[in-house]
């Protein structure tokens, strides 16, 4: 619900009571390590951070060392190391001194695996059995092609076969990079292990074995895919790999498309399909979208789409029906405006597959509808919109209809796509009627934010001396309110106490509620295990559609100079809150939980306050510039 009322966003803000960073006074040393937790299993294998506290200082100098290397301690009492790591069971030992001779010691234990391209402990006769790919059931077709893989020592014979067709598997590149540090590790990536003179096979790393194995029919219902391991010495072990069903390819399954059939709620209304099995997100299908079915691998099914293009959905979310193939006949496409949004209607018999792609300059968007055939006579036009410009169609391919839509000057607000019966309409939103309205200096004035304090009832990261991210972040988001409201915008907050709790689809549902024409999601930051603190961390802004690049950028400019932290950039990323699309979308990750120094300084009321400056300061150079494009 609306908080309008500044006192009352005051007296929450106070009633937060963030505890001070400063230990009380002790007689006994004490140091306790914050992260990683015990008998965790950390995902990093030659080097991680390990961070903590020291209680009980007394105002005397401490000296600690982590694993023998010294660690600074901050004045707050915070710590953070950056430490080898060994595989197997490894333990941190952690040693406190004060400068009046005390001393207090803490250790830890937890599970290091050993990296991919190590020999694992035991006989495993030269191969890694937890890398093989594919895993799970299999259901293709005949005269497909299946790459198959393994990580394995060098001199390995190893053979991919099903009945009696196989291929031999050939030595690849290494593959055993940390995914955390190709992603948030700024600074230079380690030298890789191969070079153009490797070394000898018996002496040189693990490598991925892999090739591709053409299916043929075997003539039996279904059959094994198998991986036989032959070492130098000659030994050989047979290793199932996964049972394959071989499709029938006269017989064209469907399906509906639905992530919510058990109505528990607390999802998006949609199903993702993917480029691949697991693989990076493709298209956004809302509930009820009907689909041609193909191949299965594990968990995922494929989506016919059209010749040769596929995606891939999650089996649980892919639901069988006995129906013919989804198509459509598509004769006409109509617009029409409604409550702030130009839509296009494209009448369609069946809920089809559909890829929406959006361009700012100019301001276009491209829709896909998969199994259509086109046979438009007739575009509809509504006198009286105010963004859509021109409609143009055709048929690149069997079975998909493009429709380009063009926007008059300025691009949409935000966009939608639903089912309505049968029917896909696609929906561009106007900007806030508050932008043209020229009596207000602010160009915050009536405009509706919904400010998002991340993470509760999960903690999200925690500082090294126990500082919960969800608490600096609702601190943040309070005064953040309370100076978008003193300037004339109409803020909704997703929660607004400590003891209120929100899963991640329902704050965009609360967004939509609320008529939300910005979405501020705020937030403090962390690495995965094995990425370098030291030289990675600061200040970032992310998005996720393309008209929310600009806000981010906006926000960006403007928390720099107030954080004083490395500019670590604005972030396309795949973030649950950012790929809601009904207006322009950012998450702000302000300051590093680990960081001693800026964990203290979120505990602060003046960085914080800060932070809310900044992020205010952004999203007004932000209005300020659409407002002068509509114009």
């Known amino acids: 619900m609306p908080?309008?009322?500044?006192?009352?966003?005051?007296?929450?803000?106070?009633?937060?009571?963030?505890?001070?960073?400063?230990?009380?006074?002790?007689?006994?040393?004490?140091?306790?390590?914050?992260?990683?937790?015990?008998?965790?299993?950390?995902?990093?294998?030659?080097?991680?951070?390990?961070?903590?506290?020291?209680?009980?200082?007394?105002?005397?100098?401490?000296?600690?060392?982590?694993?023998g290397s010294p660690a600074h301690v901050h004045a707050g009492g915070g710590w953070i190391a950056y430490v080898p790591l060994e595989p197997d069971s490894f333990t941190f030992d952690v040693v406190a001194t004060a400068s009046d001779g005390r001393r207090a010691e803490a250790r830890r234990t937890v599970w290091v695996p050993r990296s991919p391209l190590a020999a694992p402990t035991g006989d495993t006769l030269g191969y890694r059995p937890e890398t093989i790919d594919p895993r799970g059931a299999l259901e293709l077709y005949a005269g497909d092609t299946v790459q198959v893989s393994v990580v394995a020592a060098p001199g390995m014979e190893?053979?991919?076969?099903?009945?009696?067709?196989?291929?031999?598997?050939?030595?690849?590149?290494?593959?055993?990079?940390?995914?955390?540090?190709?992603?948030?590790?700024?600074?230079?990536?380690?030298?890789?292990?191969?070079?153009?003179?490797?070394?000898?096979?018996?002496?040189?790393?693990?490598?991925?074995y892999a090739g591709d194995l053409y299916l043929t029919l075997s003539g039996a219902a279904s059959d094994s895919l198998w991986l036989d391991v032959t070492d130098p010495a000659g030994r050989m072990r047979t290793v199932p790999v996964a049972e394959i069903s071989f499709l029938d390819p006269t017989v064209i399954p469907t399906a509906v498309l639905h992530d919510d059939t058990a109505g528990a709620g607390g999802t998006d209304h949609r199903v993702i399909a993917r480029h691949g099995a697991g693989a990076g997100y493709?298209?956004?299908?809302?509930?009820?979208?009907?689909?041609?079915?193909?191949?299965?691998?594990?968990?995922?099914?494929?989506?016919?789409?059209?010749p040769g293009t596929r995606a891939w959905t999650p089996l649980a979310e892919t639901h069988p029906v006995d129906a013919a193939r989804p198509t459509s006949r598509i004769r006409v496409i109509r617009t029409r405006t409604?409550?702030?949004?130009?839509?296009?209607?494209?009448?369609?018999?069946?809920?089809?597959?559909?890829?929406?792609?959006?361009?700012?300059?100019?301001?276009?968007?491209?829709?896909?509808?998969?199994?259509?055939?086109?046979?438009?006579?007739?575009?509809?036009?509504?006198?009286?919109?105010?963004?859509?410009?021109?409609?143009?169609?055709?048929?690149?391919?069997?079975?998909?209809?493009?429709?380009?839509?063009?926007?008059?000057?300025?691009?949409?607000?935000?966009?939608?796509?639903?089912?309505?019966?049968?029917?896909?309409?696609?929906?561009?939103?106007?900007?806030?009627?508050?932008?043209?309205?020229?009596?207000?200096?602010?160009?915050?004035?009536?405009?509706?934010?919904?400010?998002?304090?991340?993470?509760?009832?999960?903690?999200?990261?925690?500082?090294?001396?126990?500082?919960?991210e969800r608490e600096a972040n609702l601190a943040i988001s309070l005064e953040l309110a309370r100076i978008l409201e003193r300037r004339g915008a109409l803020v909704t907050l997703t929660r607004a106490t400590p003891d209120s709790a929100l899963g991640l689809y329902p704050r965009t549902d609360v967004a939509i509620a609320a008529g939300g024409e910005l979405f501020i999601s705020i937030h403090n930051n962390a690495l995965p295990d094995g990425v370098n603190p030291f030289l990675n961390n600061g200040t970032s802004v992310l998005y996720y559609h393309p008209q929310s690049r600009e806000l981010a950028e906006s926000i960006q400019a403007e928390l720099l100079p107030r954080t004083a932290l490395t500019d670590r950039g604005v972030w396309h990323q795949n973030v649950?809150?950012?790929?809601?699309?009904?207006m322009p979308a950012v998450l702000v990750e302000a300051a590093f939980m680990m960081i001693p120094e800026q964990e203290a300084a979120l505990r602060t009321p003046e960085f914080r306050r800060r932070i809310a400056e900044g992020v205010a300061a952004g999203i007004e150079r932000y209005l300020e510039a659409r407002e002068g494009a509509l114009r």
């Open 3 to 67: 908080h309008r009322n500044v006192f009352r966003i005051l007296a929450l803000a106070a009633s937060l009571g963030l505890a001070t960073a400063d230990a009380t006074a002790q007689d006994d040393l004490a140091v306790t390590i914050q992260y990683p937790p015990a008998g965790a299993a950390v995902t990093a294998t030659d080097s991680t951070f390990v961070f903590g506290r020291v209680d009980g200082a007394s105002g005397e100098t401490v000296e600690l060392s982590v694993g």
């Open 282 to 306: 493709s298209l956004f299908l809302p509930n009820g979208t009907h689909a041609a079915l193909g191949r299965r691998v594990g968990d995922w099914r494929e989506i016919a789409l059209a």
């Open 158 to 208: 190893i053979r991919a076969r099903v009945g009696g067709s196989g291929v031999r598997l050939s030595p690849g590149f290494p593959d055993g990079a940390n995914p955390g540090r190709l992603v948030f590790d700024f600074a230079d990536p380690p030298e890789t292990q191969w070079t153009a003179d490797p070394p000898r096979p018996a002496d040189g790393p693990w490598k991925r």
């Open 338 to 468: 409604r409550d702030g949004w130009s839509e296009v209607v494209i009448p369609t018999t069946e809920r089809l597959p559909f890829r929406l792609r959006q361009d700012l300059e100019p301001a276009r968007y491209a829709i896909s509808v998969f199994g259509a055939l086109a046979d438009v006579d007739y575009v509809q036009y509504t006198f009286s919109d105010p963004l859509v410009e021109s409609i143009d169609w055709g048929q690149p391919e069997t079975g998909t209809l493009e429709v380009e839509v063009t926007l008059s000057g300025e691009r949409a607000w935000g966009h939608r796509a639903y089912w309505e019966g049968s029917h896909l309409v696609i929906g561009f939103r106007h900007p806030p009627p508050a932008l043209s309205d020229r009596r207000f200096r602010s160009p915050l004035h009536g405009v509706r934010i919904v400010v998002d304090p991340g993470h509760n009832p999960d903690t999200g990261a925690v500082g090294p001396t126990g500082l919960e």
């Open 576 to 582: 649950a809150v950012l790929r809601m699309n009904e």
